[in-house]
T-cell receptor, first 112, second 113 residues
């Protein structure tokens, strides 16, 4: 099955801890994205990557970091500097010559 | 900066009612327009898209949207909704050479059986 996997589905952390969310795709897509979804706020772009070893900040990158060492993987680290980390995080990917983004199932992070 | 407005945040309808969800964007140049849907517990998925050509586009599950350039709008319509259409609907726009999608805040649709 081709698609995007995000793990885990639910994640709980204590305040002050860094946490890394996984995103893997086997669609051979070049671009990958991380969004944060909060109720009533739509999707906000955190980071995106067009190619391996390159990534760009989105609209709300503060307190987050990413890496793109492999084409199929784009992990997101939520650092202790992120003031409101509790949210639903969505990963997406797309082919280089297409505008359609494909989404993973999301990870719901709760920080207490 | 480009922005996308979805006018209805929460919509409640009875089955068989007609649906129209508004979407307006601010960019005046060439745009690519999308409606995505997020059913409860499922992935966000593409409902329909407009790139060029016929401004009336048809998507999955009987949905359609009309691109009206003069009104900067891309409203989503369905003549008769079903309970299974209960979901959150997002409008998104890509302008010019921008590699990012700009998203609306979403509309939550609840269809009562």
């Amino acid at each position: 099955d081709g698609g995007i996997t995000q793990s885990p589905k639910y994640l709980f952390r204590k305040e002050g801890q860094n946490v890394t969310l996984s995103c893997e795709q086997n669609l051979n897509h070049d671009a990958m994205y991380w969004y944060r979804q909060d109720p009533g706020q739509g999707l906000r772009l955190i980071y995106y990557s067009q190619i391996v070893n390159d990534f760009q900040k989105g609209d709300i990158a503060e307190g987050y970091s990413v890496s793109r060492e492999k084409k199929e993987s784009f992990p997101l680290t939520v650092t202790s500097a992120q003031k409101n980390p509790t949210a639903f995080y969505l990963c997406a990917s797309k082919r280089d010559n297409s505008y359609e983004q494909y989404f993973g199932p999301g990870t719901r992070l709760t920080v207490t | 900066a480009q922005s996308v407005s979805q006018h209805n945040h929460h919509v409640i309808l009875s089955e068989a009612a007609s649906l129209e969800l508004g979407c307006n964007y601010s960019y005046g140049g060439t745009v690519n327009l999308f409606w995505y849907v997020q059913y409860p517990g499922q992935h966000l998925q593409l409902l329909l898209k407009y790139f060029s050509g016929d401004p009336l586009v048809k998507g999955i599950k009987g949905f359609e949207a009309e691109f009206i350039k003069s009104k900067f709008s891309f409203n989503l319509r369905k003549p008769s909704v079903q309970w299974s259409d209960t979901a959150e609907y997002f409008c998104a726009v890509k302008d010019g050479n921008n590699r990012k999608l700009i998203w609306g805040l979403g509309t939550s649709l609840a269809v009562n059986p």
